[in-house]
């Protein structure tokens, strides 16, 4: 064996081991990775919805009151599933209604469906991110719910659900 092929092995030895000093071999490698990937899927929902968290936040302030109409989920929960990808298409344009009046759009393939439910239009919303990220029937929510308080501040609160995900 060359010096080069064994310094490799011995590069790619030591990367495979567990922070306790036990040897892991590859699967713990690939434990990461798989880590890795989940978090990147999860992290879609998280970025949407901040834009529908801050969406809200400007109609409030505008208009002094959160949308009137529920709305979602969009696309139906599970519905990416089995496409490519595990992926929902780009839309070619934003969804109606309420959809579009908080700029929701899809412009990229995407995992999550979004819904939107109102307690209270002048007072109380909350909004979900609902992904099923390996395709398995097990969804996240990860929800905010947004809080007029009695000083007239948007109060969010933010939640997650992940089940084996």
Known sequence: MSRWRLALVVIALAACEARDGQPQGFSGSIDAYESYIKKSKASEGAIGLRHLVRALQISWMERMRFPDAAAGPTP??????????????????????TWRELDLAFDS???????????DP???VVVHAIGDL???????????RLTVTPAGEIAVTMTESRPDE
């Open 122 to 124: 002048a007072r109380e």
């Open 134 to 144: 390996d395709c398995d029937g097990i969804t996240s929510d990860l929800a905010a």
């Open 109 to 119: 393939p995407f995992r999550f469906s979004y819904w939107y439910e109102v307690v």
């Open 76 to 97: 139906p929960v599970g519905a990416c599933c089995g496409l490519p990808g595990d992926r929902c298409p780009a839309a070619t344009q934003a969804p109606e209604g």
